[in-house]
Protein backbone atom coordinates (compact mmCIF):
# COMPACT_ATOMS: atom_id res chain seq x y z
CA UNK A 1 0.00 0.00 0.00
CA UNK A 2 1.39 3.33 -1.23
CA UNK A 3 1.91 6.10 2.02
CA UNK A 4 1.31 9.53 0.12
CA UNK A 5 2.17 10.86 3.31
CA UNK A 6 5.44 9.94 2.49
CA UNK A 7 5.56 11.34 -0.97
CA UNK A 8 3.60 14.64 -0.31
CA UNK A 9 6.26 15.53 1.75
CA UNK A 10 9.28 14.35 -0.06
CA UNK A 11 7.36 16.65 -2.92
CA UNK A 12 4.41 19.21 -3.11
CA UNK A 13 4.36 19.70 0.40
CA UNK A 14 7.85 19.76 1.50
CA UNK A 15 8.24 22.98 3.22
CA UNK A 16 5.10 23.25 4.72
CA UNK A 17 5.41 20.02 6.73
CA UNK A 18 9.03 21.86 7.61
CA UNK A 19 7.11 25.12 8.12
CA UNK A 20 4.82 23.17 10.50
CA UNK A 21 6.94 20.59 12.53
CA UNK A 22 5.69 17.90 10.73
CA UNK A 23 6.91 14.45 10.61
CA UNK A 24 9.67 14.67 7.54
CA UNK A 25 10.55 10.64 6.70
CA UNK A 26 12.38 10.09 3.80
CA UNK A 27 12.32 7.93 1.07
CA UNK A 28 15.11 5.36 2.24
CA UNK A 29 18.31 4.04 0.00
CA UNK A 30 17.44 0.83 -0.36
CA UNK A 31 19.22 -2.67 -2.07
CA UNK A 32 19.80 -1.37 -5.80
CA UNK A 33 18.35 2.36 -5.37
CA UNK A 34 21.46 3.15 -3.21
CA UNK A 35 23.56 5.95 -5.45
CA UNK A 36 27.04 5.38 -5.58
CA UNK A 37 27.57 8.66 -5.02
CA UNK A 38 26.37 7.13 -1.39
CA UNK A 39 28.80 4.22 -1.56
CA UNK A 40 31.67 6.14 -2.42
CA UNK A 41 31.77 8.31 0.45
CA UNK A 42 34.27 6.88 3.46
CA UNK A 43 33.27 5.20 6.40
CA UNK A 44 34.71 6.84 9.81
CA UNK A 45 36.10 4.05 12.46
CA UNK A 46 36.27 5.22 15.92
CA UNK A 47 37.84 3.37 19.05
CA UNK A 48 41.10 3.07 20.75
CA UNK A 49 41.65 -0.25 21.05
CA UNK A 50 43.85 -3.30 18.03
CA UNK A 51 40.05 -4.06 17.16
CA UNK A 52 39.61 -0.86 15.45
CA UNK A 53 42.46 -0.88 13.64
CA UNK A 54 41.78 -4.47 12.58
CA UNK A 55 38.68 -3.21 11.59
CA UNK A 56 39.54 -0.50 9.40
CA UNK A 57 41.93 -2.58 7.49
CA UNK A 58 39.12 -5.72 7.07
CA UNK A 59 37.03 -2.58 5.28
CA UNK A 60 39.77 -1.17 3.09
CA UNK A 61 40.42 -5.02 2.17
CA UNK A 62 36.49 -4.46 0.64
CA UNK A 63 37.55 -1.95 -1.34
CA UNK A 64 35.45 1.20 0.88
CA UNK A 65 36.85 4.14 1.65
CA UNK A 66 38.19 4.33 5.34
CA UNK A 67 39.10 7.28 7.71
CA UNK A 68 39.89 7.21 11.37
CA UNK A 69 39.72 10.76 11.63
CA UNK A 70 36.89 13.28 10.62
CA UNK A 71 37.84 15.67 8.24
CA UNK A 72 36.28 18.88 7.82
CA UNK A 73 33.40 19.08 5.39
CA UNK A 74 33.69 15.51 4.62
CA UNK A 75 29.94 13.37 4.25
CA UNK A 76 30.40 10.16 5.79
CA UNK A 77 28.47 7.08 4.54
CA UNK A 78 28.32 5.28 8.32
CA UNK A 79 30.15 5.91 11.79
CA UNK A 80 31.68 2.49 13.79
CA UNK A 81 32.94 2.63 17.03
CA UNK A 82 34.72 -0.78 18.09
CA UNK A 83 33.96 -0.69 21.93
CA UNK A 84 34.87 -4.23 22.91
CA UNK A 85 37.78 -2.85 25.05
CA UNK A 86 36.15 -1.00 27.05
CA UNK A 87 36.28 -1.38 31.10
CA UNK A 88 33.90 0.66 32.41
CA UNK A 89 31.27 3.20 31.88
CA UNK A 90 34.02 6.07 31.61
CA UNK A 91 36.14 4.38 29.50
CA UNK A 92 33.27 5.33 27.03
CA UNK A 93 33.36 8.76 27.10
CA UNK A 94 36.23 10.02 24.40
CA UNK A 95 34.56 7.65 21.34
CA UNK A 96 31.09 8.46 22.17
CA UNK A 97 32.06 12.27 22.20
CA UNK A 98 33.66 11.66 18.66
CA UNK A 99 31.21 9.86 17.48
CA UNK A 100 28.81 13.34 18.38
CA UNK A 101 31.04 15.43 16.91
CA UNK A 102 30.84 13.30 13.43
CA UNK A 103 27.61 13.21 13.70
CA UNK A 104 26.65 16.11 11.34
CA UNK A 105 28.87 14.91 8.76
CA UNK A 106 26.51 11.65 8.43
CA UNK A 107 24.82 11.37 4.98
CA UNK A 108 20.87 11.05 4.33
CA UNK A 109 20.74 7.10 5.06
CA UNK A 110 23.38 6.85 6.60
CA UNK A 111 24.73 4.56 9.23
CA UNK A 112 26.21 4.38 12.81
CA UNK A 113 27.21 0.87 14.09
CA UNK A 114 28.60 -0.07 17.57
CA UNK A 115 30.46 -3.13 18.02
CA UNK A 116 30.88 -4.36 21.54
CA UNK A 117 30.75 -7.03 23.94
CA UNK A 118 27.89 -8.95 24.68
CA UNK A 119 26.06 -7.97 27.97
CA UNK A 120 26.28 -11.35 29.87
CA UNK A 121 25.63 -10.68 33.80
CA UNK A 122 26.10 -14.08 35.12
CA UNK A 123 30.23 -13.84 34.16
CA UNK A 124 30.99 -10.40 33.65
CA UNK A 125 31.88 -8.02 36.90
CA UNK A 126 29.17 -5.87 37.75
CA UNK A 127 31.30 -2.91 36.33
CA UNK A 128 31.96 -4.47 32.63
CA UNK A 129 28.15 -5.44 32.72
CA UNK A 130 27.18 -1.68 33.11
CA UNK A 131 29.57 -0.65 30.54
CA UNK A 132 28.26 -3.87 28.03
CA UNK A 133 24.72 -2.89 28.75
CA UNK A 134 25.65 0.91 28.45
CA UNK A 135 26.38 0.59 25.62
CA UNK A 136 23.41 -0.79 24.05
CA UNK A 137 21.56 1.54 25.42
CA UNK A 138 23.80 4.14 24.02
CA UNK A 139 22.87 2.97 20.67
CA UNK A 140 19.18 2.82 20.84
CA UNK A 141 19.29 6.55 22.02
CA UNK A 142 21.58 7.48 19.18
CA UNK A 143 19.29 5.65 16.77
CA UNK A 144 16.29 7.74 18.11
CA UNK A 145 18.49 10.82 17.13
CA UNK A 146 19.08 9.84 13.92
CA UNK A 147 17.93 12.53 11.02
CA UNK A 148 17.46 11.72 7.22
CA UNK A 149 16.44 8.12 6.92
CA UNK A 150 19.91 7.56 8.92
CA UNK A 151 19.58 4.50 11.63
CA UNK A 152 22.04 3.57 14.51
CA UNK A 153 22.65 -0.22 15.61
CA UNK A 154 24.99 -2.89 17.41
CA UNK A 155 26.77 -6.41 16.66
CA UNK A 156 27.49 -7.99 20.28
CA UNK A 157 30.07 -10.10 20.50
CA UNK A 158 29.26 -13.09 22.63
CA UNK A 159 32.24 -15.00 23.53
CA UNK A 160 33.82 -14.55 19.94
CA UNK A 161 36.03 -11.82 18.27
CA UNK A 162 36.17 -9.16 15.48
CA UNK A 163 37.20 -11.64 13.37
CA UNK A 164 33.70 -14.23 13.40
CA UNK A 165 33.25 -14.46 9.85
CA UNK A 166 29.28 -13.81 11.18
CA UNK A 167 30.63 -10.30 12.26
CA UNK A 168 31.32 -9.44 9.20
CA UNK A 169 28.25 -10.58 7.63
CA UNK A 170 26.38 -8.62 10.26
CA UNK A 171 28.61 -5.25 9.39
CA UNK A 172 27.81 -5.87 5.68
CA UNK A 173 24.11 -6.25 6.21
CA UNK A 174 23.82 -3.00 8.28
CA UNK A 175 25.87 -0.96 6.37
CA UNK A 176 23.97 -1.49 3.44
CA UNK A 177 20.21 -0.76 1.41
CA UNK A 178 19.66 -4.15 2.85
CA UNK A 179 19.15 -2.98 6.36
CA UNK A 180 17.21 0.36 5.51
CA UNK A 181 14.33 -0.30 7.97
CA UNK A 182 16.44 -1.64 11.19
CA UNK A 183 17.08 0.68 13.67
CA UNK A 184 18.02 0.44 17.30
CA UNK A 185 18.74 -3.22 16.70
CA UNK A 186 21.49 -6.04 17.57
CA UNK A 187 23.28 -8.60 16.13
CA UNK A 188 24.88 -11.47 18.82
CA UNK A 189 27.10 -13.20 17.16
CA UNK A 190 27.86 -16.14 19.26
CA UNK A 191 30.27 -18.73 17.09
CA UNK A 192 32.99 -18.66 14.82
CA UNK A 193 30.23 -20.70 12.42
CA UNK A 194 29.68 -19.77 8.78
CA UNK A 195 31.64 -18.77 5.78
CA UNK A 196 33.32 -15.31 5.94
CA UNK A 197 31.63 -13.75 2.94
CA UNK A 198 33.75 -10.69 1.23
CA UNK A 199 31.61 -7.25 1.47
CA UNK A 200 31.58 -7.76 -2.95
CA UNK A 201 30.25 -11.37 -2.46
CA UNK A 202 27.49 -10.61 -0.09
CA UNK A 203 26.32 -7.85 -2.65
CA UNK A 204 26.10 -10.19 -5.02
CA UNK A 205 23.03 -11.52 -7.10
CA UNK A 206 22.76 -14.87 -9.26
CA UNK A 207 24.73 -17.48 -9.42
CA UNK A 208 27.37 -15.48 -7.66
CA UNK A 209 24.71 -14.33 -5.14
CA UNK A 210 25.16 -15.53 -1.22
CA UNK A 211 22.77 -18.01 -1.65
CA UNK A 212 23.61 -19.89 -4.78
CA UNK A 213 23.57 -23.82 -4.87
CA UNK A 214 21.12 -24.02 -2.23
CA UNK A 215 17.35 -24.88 -1.73
CA UNK A 216 14.92 -22.70 0.06
CA UNK A 217 11.02 -22.95 1.11
CA UNK A 218 8.97 -20.14 2.11
CA UNK A 219 5.64 -20.75 3.29
CA UNK A 220 2.92 -18.39 2.36
CA UNK A 221 4.66 -17.55 -0.98
CA UNK A 222 1.98 -15.96 -2.60
CA UNK A 223 1.68 -12.56 -1.93
CA UNK A 224 2.37 -9.49 0.59
CA UNK A 225 6.18 -10.46 2.48
CA UNK A 226 5.92 -14.18 1.55
CA UNK A 227 6.45 -12.92 -1.95
CA UNK A 228 8.74 -10.32 -1.34
CA UNK A 229 11.13 -13.11 0.73
CA UNK A 230 10.97 -15.46 -2.39
CA UNK A 231 11.64 -13.45 -4.98
CA UNK A 232 14.79 -11.63 -2.55
CA UNK A 233 16.11 -15.90 -1.99
CA UNK A 234 15.83 -15.97 -5.73
CA UNK A 235 17.44 -13.14 -5.98
CA UNK A 236 20.39 -13.81 -4.22
CA UNK A 237 20.94 -17.10 -6.08
CA UNK A 238 18.31 -19.78 -4.54
CA UNK A 239 16.51 -22.48 -6.09
CA UNK A 240 12.90 -21.51 -4.40
CA UNK A 241 9.86 -23.72 -3.28
CA UNK A 242 7.31 -21.65 -2.59
CA UNK A 243 4.28 -22.78 -0.37
CA UNK A 244 0.64 -21.65 -0.38
CA UNK A 245 -2.92 -22.70 0.63
CA UNK A 246 -4.47 -23.98 -2.89
CA UNK A 247 -6.92 -21.48 -2.87
CA UNK A 248 -3.86 -18.96 -3.30
CA UNK A 249 -2.68 -21.08 -5.76
CA UNK A 250 -2.87 -19.06 -8.60
CA UNK A 251 -0.95 -16.27 -7.30
CA UNK A 252 1.49 -18.48 -6.04
CA UNK A 253 2.09 -19.76 -9.79
CA UNK A 254 2.62 -16.31 -10.83
CA UNK A 255 4.99 -15.36 -7.87
CA UNK A 256 6.90 -18.66 -8.92
CA UNK A 257 7.03 -18.50 -12.59
CA UNK A 258 8.18 -14.78 -12.40
CA UNK A 259 11.45 -16.55 -10.31
CA UNK A 260 11.93 -19.95 -11.71
CA UNK A 261 10.58 -21.46 -8.34
CA UNK A 262 8.51 -24.73 -7.84
CA UNK A 263 4.56 -24.23 -6.04
CA UNK A 264 3.79 -26.58 -3.67
CA UNK A 265 -0.09 -25.75 -2.73
CA UNK A 266 -0.51 -26.78 0.93
CA UNK A 267 -2.05 -26.03 4.18
CA UNK A 268 0.94 -26.06 6.66
CA UNK A 269 -1.59 -27.10 9.09
CA UNK A 270 -1.68 -30.31 7.69
CA UNK A 271 -0.32 -33.59 9.62
CA UNK A 272 1.30 -34.83 6.17
CA UNK A 273 2.95 -31.08 5.34
CA UNK A 274 6.33 -31.97 6.31
CA UNK A 275 6.47 -35.16 4.15
CA UNK A 276 4.81 -33.29 1.38
CA UNK A 277 7.99 -30.47 1.27
CA UNK A 278 10.34 -33.24 1.59
CA UNK A 279 8.76 -34.80 -1.65
CA UNK A 280 8.99 -31.33 -3.35
CA UNK A 281 12.48 -30.61 -2.38
CA UNK A 282 13.37 -34.24 -3.46
CA UNK A 283 15.58 -34.31 -0.20
CA UNK A 284 16.53 -32.19 2.68
CA UNK A 285 15.79 -28.90 3.45
CA UNK A 286 19.10 -26.20 3.75
CA UNK A 287 16.81 -23.04 3.89
CA UNK A 288 12.91 -23.29 5.31
CA UNK A 289 11.33 -19.69 5.73
CA UNK A 290 8.17 -20.15 8.11
CA UNK A 291 6.43 -16.94 6.90
CA UNK A 292 2.61 -18.36 6.52
CA UNK A 293 0.45 -16.35 8.81
CA UNK A 294 -2.88 -15.25 9.74
CA UNK A 295 -4.73 -12.61 11.86
CA UNK A 296 -7.53 -13.18 13.78
CA UNK A 297 -8.20 -9.53 16.03
CA UNK A 298 -11.10 -9.77 18.89
CA UNK A 299 -10.70 -8.75 22.44
CA UNK A 300 -10.33 -11.68 24.62
CA UNK A 301 -13.76 -10.84 25.66
CA UNK A 302 -15.12 -11.59 22.50
CA UNK A 303 -12.54 -14.42 21.95
CA UNK A 304 -14.33 -17.55 20.47
CA UNK A 305 -12.53 -21.20 20.08
CA UNK A 306 -12.34 -20.43 16.51
CA UNK A 307 -10.11 -17.39 15.98
CA UNK A 308 -7.93 -18.58 18.99
CA UNK A 309 -7.45 -22.27 17.76
CA UNK A 310 -6.64 -21.08 14.12
CA UNK A 311 -4.21 -18.67 15.12
CA UNK A 312 -1.70 -20.78 16.97
CA UNK A 313 -2.36 -23.80 14.56
CA UNK A 314 -1.04 -21.47 11.40
CA UNK A 315 1.26 -19.06 13.29
CA UNK A 316 2.90 -21.19 15.64
CA UNK A 317 1.91 -24.96 16.09
CA UNK A 318 2.42 -25.51 11.90
CA UNK A 319 6.18 -24.28 12.37
CA UNK A 320 6.82 -26.71 15.60
CA UNK A 321 5.40 -29.71 13.73
CA UNK A 322 7.14 -29.39 10.51
CA UNK A 323 10.20 -28.41 12.46
CA UNK A 324 10.26 -31.38 14.73
CA UNK A 325 9.28 -33.83 12.08
CA UNK A 326 12.57 -32.37 9.55
CA UNK A 327 14.36 -33.15 12.62
CA UNK A 328 13.55 -36.21 13.29
CA UNK A 329 14.12 -37.94 9.95
CA UNK A 330 16.89 -36.29 9.11
CA UNK A 331 15.59 -33.51 6.80
CA UNK A 332 17.63 -31.13 7.91
CA UNK A 333 20.59 -30.69 5.40
CA UNK A 334 24.15 -29.90 7.38
CA UNK A 335 24.10 -26.26 7.85
CA UNK A 336 20.61 -25.93 7.38
CA UNK A 337 19.32 -22.57 8.18
CA UNK A 338 15.96 -21.67 9.57
CA UNK A 339 13.92 -18.05 9.89
CA UNK A 340 10.41 -17.71 11.31
CA UNK A 341 8.51 -14.37 11.32
CA UNK A 342 7.27 -13.57 14.82
CA UNK A 343 6.60 -9.85 15.69
CA UNK A 344 6.38 -6.67 17.30
CA UNK A 345 3.08 -7.66 18.66
CA UNK A 346 4.73 -10.76 20.38
CA UNK A 347 7.32 -8.81 21.79
CA UNK A 348 4.68 -5.77 23.18
CA UNK A 349 1.84 -7.61 23.50
CA UNK A 350 -0.90 -6.07 21.48
CA UNK A 351 -5.09 -5.03 22.26
CA UNK A 352 -7.27 -7.07 20.19
CA UNK A 353 -4.44 -9.69 19.24
CA UNK A 354 -3.71 -11.80 22.30
CA UNK A 355 -3.89 -14.92 20.17
CA UNK A 356 -1.51 -13.55 17.52
CA UNK A 357 0.72 -12.14 20.41
CA UNK A 358 0.77 -15.45 21.66
CA UNK A 359 1.69 -16.76 18.52
CA UNK A 360 4.41 -14.22 17.77
CA UNK A 361 5.81 -14.68 20.96
CA UNK A 362 5.61 -18.13 20.78
CA UNK A 363 7.88 -18.26 18.11
CA UNK A 364 10.55 -16.03 19.29
CA UNK A 365 10.70 -18.87 22.58
CA UNK A 366 10.35 -21.79 19.83
CA UNK A 367 13.74 -20.08 17.81
CA UNK A 368 15.57 -19.66 21.06
CA UNK A 369 14.99 -23.28 22.24
CA UNK A 370 15.88 -24.48 18.84
CA UNK A 371 18.94 -22.74 18.68
CA UNK A 372 21.29 -25.55 20.04
CA UNK A 373 19.85 -28.67 18.13
CA UNK A 374 20.54 -26.46 14.56
CA UNK A 375 23.91 -25.43 16.02
CA UNK A 376 24.89 -28.94 16.04
CA UNK A 377 24.17 -29.47 12.80
CA UNK A 378 26.42 -26.76 12.15
CA UNK A 379 23.64 -24.37 11.12
CA UNK A 380 21.41 -21.95 12.39
CA UNK A 381 17.76 -20.71 13.50
CA UNK A 382 16.38 -17.33 14.10
CA UNK A 383 13.31 -15.01 13.38
CA UNK A 384 12.40 -11.57 12.09
CA UNK A 385 9.56 -9.54 13.95
CA UNK A 386 8.38 -6.97 11.98
CA UNK A 387 6.69 -4.26 12.81
CA UNK A 388 4.30 -1.92 10.40
CA UNK A 389 5.11 -3.22 7.05
CA UNK A 390 2.92 -2.54 4.10
CA UNK A 391 0.86 -5.18 2.64
CA UNK A 392 -2.28 -6.70 2.52
CA UNK A 393 -2.45 -7.50 6.33
CA UNK A 394 -1.69 -3.97 7.19
CA UNK A 395 -3.94 -2.20 4.55
CA UNK A 396 -6.74 -3.51 6.96
CA UNK A 397 -5.93 -1.46 9.59
CA UNK A 398 -8.56 1.68 9.88
CA UNK A 399 -6.72 5.06 7.86
CA UNK A 400 -6.17 6.79 11.16
CA UNK A 401 -4.67 3.73 12.77
CA UNK A 402 -2.59 3.14 9.76
CA UNK A 403 -1.60 6.82 9.59
CA UNK A 404 -0.39 6.59 13.37
CA UNK A 405 1.33 3.54 13.09
CA UNK A 406 3.08 4.18 10.61
CA UNK A 407 4.33 7.55 12.08
CA UNK A 408 5.53 5.44 15.41
CA UNK A 409 8.72 4.75 14.14
CA UNK A 410 12.40 6.42 14.77
CA UNK A 411 11.52 5.97 10.52
CA UNK A 412 8.68 7.43 10.62
CA UNK A 413 7.15 5.59 7.73
CA UNK A 414 5.72 1.96 7.86
CA UNK A 415 8.05 -0.77 6.17
CA UNK A 416 8.18 -2.67 2.69
CA UNK A 417 7.95 -5.88 2.36
CA UNK A 418 11.28 -5.83 0.67
CA UNK A 419 13.05 -4.95 4.23
CA UNK A 420 11.88 -8.28 5.70
CA UNK A 421 12.96 -9.83 3.08
CA UNK A 422 16.62 -8.26 3.44
CA UNK A 423 16.48 -9.34 7.12
CA UNK A 424 15.77 -13.09 5.88
CA UNK A 425 17.65 -13.43 3.24
CA UNK A 426 20.92 -11.93 4.97
CA UNK A 427 19.65 -14.92 8.36
CA UNK A 428 19.70 -17.75 5.56
CA UNK A 429 23.41 -16.76 4.40
CA UNK A 430 25.86 -19.18 5.23
CA UNK A 431 27.82 -15.70 6.69
CA UNK A 432 25.04 -15.24 9.24
CA UNK A 433 25.92 -19.02 10.70
CA UNK A 434 27.45 -17.69 13.99
CA UNK A 435 23.96 -15.22 14.88
CA UNK A 436 21.63 -17.85 16.13
CA UNK A 437 18.75 -18.16 18.30
CA UNK A 438 17.96 -14.07 17.91
CA UNK A 439 15.06 -12.45 16.65
CA UNK A 440 15.87 -9.59 14.86
CA UNK A 441 12.97 -6.61 14.89
CA UNK A 442 12.80 -4.83 11.41
CA UNK A 443 11.00 -2.06 12.50
CA UNK A 444 12.27 1.10 11.82
CA UNK A 445 12.85 1.25 16.00
CA UNK A 446 8.84 1.53 16.61
CA UNK A 447 8.08 2.59 20.10
CA UNK A 448 6.25 -0.73 20.08
CA UNK A 449 7.65 -2.84 22.44
CA UNK A 450 10.94 -0.80 22.14
P1 LIG B 1 -0.49 -11.94 4.13
O1 LIG B 1 -1.81 -12.21 4.76
O2 LIG B 1 -0.42 -10.87 3.07
O3 LIG B 1 0.12 -13.30 3.52
C1 LIG B 1 0.16 -14.50 4.25
C2 LIG B 1 0.23 -15.67 3.29
O4 LIG B 1 0.21 -16.88 4.07
C3 LIG B 1 -0.99 -15.73 2.36
O5 LIG B 1 -0.57 -15.93 1.03
C4 LIG B 1 -1.78 -16.91 2.90
O6 LIG B 1 -2.53 -17.59 1.90
C5 LIG B 1 -0.68 -17.81 3.47
N1 LIG B 1 -1.21 -18.75 4.44
C6 LIG B 1 -2.06 -18.48 5.47
N2 LIG B 1 -2.36 -19.62 6.12
C7 LIG B 1 -1.71 -20.64 5.50
C8 LIG B 1 -1.64 -22.05 5.69
N3 LIG B 1 -2.35 -22.65 6.67
N4 LIG B 1 -0.87 -22.77 4.87
C9 LIG B 1 -0.16 -22.18 3.86
N5 LIG B 1 -0.19 -20.84 3.63
C10 LIG B 1 -0.96 -20.09 4.43
O7 LIG B 1 0.50 -11.62 5.33
P2 LIG B 1 1.84 -10.72 5.38
O8 LIG B 1 1.48 -9.36 5.84
O9 LIG B 1 2.61 -10.88 4.12
O10 LIG B 1 2.60 -11.41 6.59
C11 LIG B 1 3.52 -12.48 6.44
C12 LIG B 1 4.06 -12.88 7.79
O11 LIG B 1 4.64 -11.74 8.44
C13 LIG B 1 3.00 -13.41 8.75
O12 LIG B 1 3.54 -14.45 9.53
C14 LIG B 1 2.69 -12.21 9.60
O13 LIG B 1 2.16 -12.58 10.85
C15 LIG B 1 4.04 -11.56 9.72
N6 LIG B 1 3.99 -10.13 10.04
C16 LIG B 1 3.45 -9.22 9.20
C17 LIG B 1 3.43 -7.87 9.56
C18 LIG B 1 2.86 -6.79 8.66
O14 LIG B 1 2.92 -5.62 9.04
N7 LIG B 1 2.34 -7.11 7.50
C19 LIG B 1 3.95 -7.47 10.79
C20 LIG B 1 4.48 -8.43 11.63
C21 LIG B 1 4.51 -9.76 11.24
Known amino acids: MKDT ?23 LNRFGSTPASYENKPVL ?13 QLLENGL ?4 NAQTGEKLRAIIAVLDDAQSPADLSPVVLEIGAALRSLAACGRVVTISTAPDPQNQTPEQAATTQGITGFTRSVAHEMRAGATANGILLDGVDL ?11 LLSGKSAYVSGQFLTVSSDAGQRLSLNEFMSTGDAGPLAGRTAVVTGAARGIGAAIAENLARDGACVIGVDMPQAGQALAQVMNRIGGKSLQLDITAADAPDKITEALGGSVDILIHNAGITRDKMLANMDAAKWDSVIAVNIAAQTMINARLAEKGLFADGAQVVSLASTSGIAGNRGQTNYATSKAGVIGLTAASAEDFAARGGAINAVAPGFIETDMTAKMPTLTRQVARRLSSLQQGGQPIDVA ?22 GQNMVGA
Open 5 to 27: YLSLVNGPLKQVAKTLGLPQPVE
Open 422 to 443: EAIAFLSSSGARGINGQTLRVC
Open 163 to 173: AAPSVAAALWF
Open 65 to 68: EVRR
Open 45 to 57: VLGTGPGAQGLAD
